[in-house]
């Protein structure tokens, strides 16, 4: 699917303003693709595609301390330029979880 979006400005006569009005369109030529059910999926795909109430919980409390430290404000969140990666799985880490930690920056860690 290929998808348009068009900005364009226009200006409130009554008071000066502008603002931008979004349009969207979308391609003629598509391709249908049809998606399996939850339960078509075996245990396995299941469990890695949707997550338990522990993990959700486990990381809406990890993305609160994320967000905290960014002051919480989505302008100043930390990008994954800014994230540390763990040479051993390849995971981003924020780098708010080291300074809980104490780690220094450059200390090794196991």
């Given at each position: 699917?290929?998808?348009?979006?068009?900005?364009?400005?226009?200006?409130?006569?009554n008071?000066n303003?502008?603002?931008?009005?979004r349009?969207?369109?979308?391609?003629?030529n598509?391709?249908?693709?049809?998606?399996?059910?939850?339960?078509?999926?075996?245990s396995?795909?299941?469990?890695?595609?949707?997550?338990?109430?522990?993990?959700?919980?486990?990381?809406?409390?990890?993305?609160?301390?994320?967000?905290?430290?960014?002051?919480w404000?989505?302008?100043?969140?930390?990008?994954?330029e800014?994230m540390?990666?763990?040479?051993?799985?390849?995971?981003?880490i924020?780098?708010?979880?080291?300074k809980?930690?104490?780690?220094?920056?450059?200390?090794?860690?196991?």
């Open positions: 699917t290929t998808t348009t979006t068009t900005t364009t400005t226009t200006t409130n006569n008071n303003n502008s603002r931008k009005d349009r969207i369109s979308f391609d003629n598509v391709t249908v693709v049809p998606i399996p059910m939850r339960t078509e999926y075996s396995r795909i299941r469990h890695r595609l949707w997550s338990n109430t522990t993990e959700i919980h486990k990381n809406a409390a990890r993305n609160a301390v994320e967000f905290a430290s960014e002051g404000n989505w302008r100043t969140v930390v990008c994954e800014g540390y990666l763990c040479s051993i799985t390849g995971e981003l924020h780098p708010i979880h080291y809980n930690a104490g780690v220094e920056l450059g200390e090794h860690v196991l």
